[in-house]
């Protein structure tokens, strides 16, 4: 890892020399480009820089704990040494979550599909439960969460919802939600106290700009209608319900939610933007060599990647083993430990492929 830490400071440095020839300065686009892999490559060299000062003050106390005659100078050496080591140890998963190979598309919004599958009317009350853990979890962050499509069942829970996300660095760490969430819990409903197991598919797509890939309208079938369901004075009463078909590859996407025939189809275009980008992405990664499903599993919503069980008060990740008492908390949305570990894992990975 060290010898790998050693080339990304040397590339940095290298970056930095090029950001002040006034050349770069002339291609705006090769400009923008240095600039974001700089500041990428930046908390990189930063946290190897403050992890080799701990591993210089380790050498240092580890000496004085040896030679140190005096008692008391040698206790409170061995004190220093144990608080360094485990600043160390944490500098070291810092790196490892930091050197995870940069994905042009982690700094994307997002747009996230959240469907009932399997349990019926539970399985839809686990999906509202998914949205609002999401939600806790975006506005820690500051990010902005705007719901493009919504299919609510009677009781609080949801068949589908589509919602977008905005902000720094969003798909970089929602990307690992995608796939089956299962959930072990007796129902309200359940007199007899039986565990009932369902399931949530859950897509998480990064939002493509139009510049990312285009879309021909002759390749577009567009539906209008009434809408259906609960609805504004107006939402059900004019045809403001849009379907567009992608004709070459069969997407369907429907969006009913706003009064205004033009945003529903303009929320619609979002949805299918960003499905075809994604099958895309998904071609090119199949080209390649497939690293990233051998980090933390393809990504792929027909896939179990993790475990909600209530009586236990358990969330257990089954792509990388990983087991938390404290499913009451995380369901508030405090995900990072959960998300964290999962990089720290995508880190590992690409430094035994690397």
């Known amino acids: ?166 902000g720094k660095e969003v798909y970089g760490s929602l990307r690992w939600e995608s796939g089956v969430h299962r959930v072990q819990r007796v129902p309200s409903t ?37 809408s259906s369901g609960p609805g504004g004075q107006s939402v059900n009463t004019t045809d403001s319900a849009v379907r567009i078909t992608h004709l070459p590859t069969g997407l369907v996407v429907i969006c009913q939610d706003e009064k205004s025939q033009i945003k529903n189809r303009a929320k619609a275009l979002r949805v299918l933007r960003a499905r075809l980008y994604e099958m895309e992405e998904e071609k090119k990664q199949r080209e390649r060599a497939e690293n990233r499903k051998s980090q933390v599993g393809s990504g792929d919503r027909s896939e179990r990647i993790r475990t909600y069980n209530y009586p236990q008060n358990r969330v257990t990740d089954h792509r990388i083993n990983l087991t938390l008492y404290k499913l009451d908390i995380i369901l508030q949305g405090a995900m990072d430990e959960v998300i964290d570990a999962l990089k720290y894992h995508a880190g590992e990975e690409a430094l035994k492929n690397s």
């Open 190 to 226: 359940e007199s007899g106290g039986r565990i009932h197991t369902s399931a949530v598919t859950v897509a998480v797509l990064p939002e493509a700009e139009e510049t990312d890939i285009t879309i021909n309208q002759e390749e577009l079938k567009i539906d209008v209608y009434r």
């Open 1 to 166: 890892m060290l010898k790998k830490l050693e080339g990304i400071a040397e590339k940095y440095h290298q970056l930095e020399e090029k950001l002040s020839d006034p050349d770069i300065l002339k291609d705006m686009n090769r400009y923008r480009e240095i600039m974001q892999e700089h500041a990428h490559l930046q908390a990189i060299v930063t946290e190897f820089e403050h992890f080799k000062q701990l591993s210089s003050g380790i050498t240092d106390a580890r000496h004085l704990v040896d030679e140190e005659k005096d008692p008391e100078m040698r206790e409170m050496a061995k004190d220093e040494l144990e608080e360094l080591e485990e600043k160390l140890e944490k500098s070291d998963i810092e790196l490892k979550k930091l050197l995870v190979p940069r994905d042009p598309m982690d700094g994307k919004n997002t747009i996230m599909e959240i469907r009932a599958g399997t349990g019926g009317e539970e399985a839809a009350l686990f999906a509202a439960d998914l949205f609002r853990m999401y939600s806790h979890y975006a506005e820690d962050r500051r990010w902005k969460i705007e719901i493009i499509s919504l299919n609510e069942t009677g009781i609080g829970g949801l068949k589908e919802i589509i919602f977008s996300v905005a």
